[in-house]
């Protein structure tokens, strides 16, 4: 089970070697879900504006950009227009971040400094919302997780977000 200290050298992860392979996917996930960077051929682009700006018909992406004004659809776009590539490119780095600290190899511990771990903690964040929207997560799941029979399908990924939930957990409780 993954341990989060904070050492005088910095914050240390410690993740068993399923632990890493599960985070490895899980944010590899979403840098496909997050798709690549425009070309730099793409003026608008090179600038953070988006040319097409629209709320995304996947749910997830709807979840991890959502509309600014919700009773308003063309500011919505506009603000949208003006944001989103930005965001897209912070949440690639965060879990970019997560990934070249996860290159140590399976089961050794990671040291993160301040800056890295706050990265961590948005890349977890996004994961736990994806996987939140995919599994359709309310107020209730515990009771919903804890009925379910070890034959469901869902209980990996009901796992997979418990652990995503302790692991940022543990993160926020040695940075605060």
Do not use: C
């Amino acid at each position: 089970m993954s341990h989060v200290k904070k050492t005088r050298h910095g914050i240390r992860v410690r993740l068993e070697a399923e632990e890493v392979a599960l985070l490895r996917a899980l944010m590899e996930q979403l840098l496909g879900l997050l798709g690549d960077a425009p070309g730099e051929d793409d003026e608008l682009a090179s600038m953070g504006i988006a040319e097409n700006a629209t709320t995304p018909d996947d749910p997830v992406l709807a979840r991890l950009f959502p509309d600014a004004y919700r009773d308003d659809g063309k500011s919505a776009e506009e603000f949208r227009r003006y944001t989103e590539m930005g965001l897209r490119d912070g949440k690639r780095e965060a879990a970019g971040t997560v990934l070249a600290s996860l290159s140590g190899g399976p089961g050794s511990d990671i040291v993160l400094d301040e800056k890295q771990a706050q990265a961590w903690l948005r890349a977890l964040n996004d994961v736990r919302l994806a996987l939140g929207t995919r599994l359709d997560i309310t107020e209730e799941w515990y009771e919903e997780a804890e009925s379910m029979t070890a034959d469901d399908p869902r209980a990996p990924m009901f796992a997979a977000y418990d652990w995503l939930t302790s692991l940022q957990e543990s993160l926020v409780r040695v940075l605060w």
